[in-house]
């Protein structure tokens, strides 16, 4: 398969693309700091240069037409502003999904947050951020051409992965490794039925494949 990774230098990216490309899959991962592109070639992937908070959705078109599934895993960070979590995390996420409609590409993951919600409440800037994710999976869910998944993972860890989640549309709080996440997310990309499905993960009992394989079709 051929999948395109917005925000292919996040923590969670990188080792998505390490388990791609271990599999044999042709994986791109969009990058804004060209200082970034060992990092993604260690990992397996080849890096583009592209930054969705000044391309133009043609330019990102571009890079998608060919690819089997996109996934959205960019976001502006920790330490940023409001601001960036509205041209980020909301409108990159748009961009990203209008790109790949027009690339024709259906499969389309997106990297959201537990709780977000584009009426939460409150000025702080964890509460526009949640605002932002909200409306960003909002606007990704309104692509009728695409078969989007929303992924919400709870308090994201360093921890060695366990391989085994809980995932269903509602778990409650919890904390997941993104060494977890990242194999969520390869095993979503291969399960199409999943599609139309907004999804929370924390750690729990439940091998990867299995967890997957339970909310399919639901």
């Not at 990992?43 to 078109?61: F, P, R």
């Not at 960019?74 to 980020?88: L, N, Q, V, Y």
């Not at 996420?93 to 499969?107: D, G, I, N, P």
Request: glycine share 10%; with cysteine.
């Amino acid at each position: 398969m051929r999948i395109v990774i917005a925000g292919g230098h996040g923590k969670i990216a990188l080792r998505l693309e390490r388990l791609l490309a271990a599999r044999g899959d042709d994986v791109t991962g969009l990058i804004r700091n060209p200082e970034q592109v060992d990092d993604l070639r260690e990992a397996g992937a080849h890096a583009v240069l592209c930054d969705l908070e000044s391309a133009t959705v043609e330019e990102v078109a571009e890079v998608l037409r060919g690819a089997d599934a996109a996934v959205f895993a960019a976001g502006s960070g920790p330490g940023s502003g409001t601001a960036r979590k509205e041209t980020m995390d909301r409108d990159g996420a748009e961009l990203f999904a209008t790109a790949a409609e027009r690339a024709s590409v259906r499969r389309f993951l997106i990297v959201s947050s537990m709780a977000a919600d584009a009426e939460h409440p409150g000025d702080e800037v964890f509460d526009v951020y949640l605002r932002a994710k909200g409306a960003a999976d909002d606007a990704v869910r309104a692509h009728r051409n695409l078969d989007w998944t929303v992924l919400r993972p709870g308090s994201l860890t360093d921890d060695a992965g366990t391989g085994k989640v809980r995932l269903e549309a509602s778990t409650g709080r919890g904390s997941v490794p993104r060494d977890d996440v990242a194999r969520v997310l390869m095993e979503l990309i291969d399960t199409p039925a999943t599609a139309g499905l907004t999804l929370e993960l924390i750690s729990g009992e439940t091998p990867v494949p299995v967890a997957v394989k339970d909310v399919a079709g639901n």
